[in-house]
Nanobody, 121 residues
């Protein structure tokens, strides 16, 4: 059974940093892309970042480019999202996605439960 588990969320002041982690298990995602999405209250789930299996290809939403960095251990089912210069508008539940590629939620087959990130002003 596939499990996708995120960790690292929390409460931080504006301008601060957090690092999210995601581990996928139950099958290998070593040669598949992984991604991060977020959903704020009352809003649709939106794309944040994605990374190819080798880590050599990355995608970012314009809203986080230059502040967030996605990474993964080479050919492993673990990925990270380093979030710097956080803003109150980054407040959301952040979810890890695996087994797909792209900027749309439907591009991925497996999802974690999400981890809350709250940025205070």
């Amino acid at each position: 059974q596939v499990q996708v588990v995120e960790s690292g969320g929390g409460l931080v002041q504006a301008g601060g940093s957090l690092r999210l982690s995601c581990v996928a298990s139950g099958r290998t995602f070593s040669y598949e892309a992984m991604g991060w999405f977020r959903q704020a209250p009352g809003k649709e789930r939106e794309f944040v970042a994605a990374i190819g299996w080798s880590g050599g290809t990355t995608l970012y939403a314009d809203s986080v480019k230059g502040r967030f960095t996605i990474s993964r251990e080479y050919a492993k089912s673990t990925q990270y999202l380093q979030m710097n210069s956080l803003k109150p508008e980054d407040t959301a539940v952040y979810s890890c996605a695996a087994g797909g590629w792209g900027r749309r939620p439907r591009d991925y087959n497996y999802w974690g439960q999400g981890t809350q990130v709250t940025v205070s002003s």
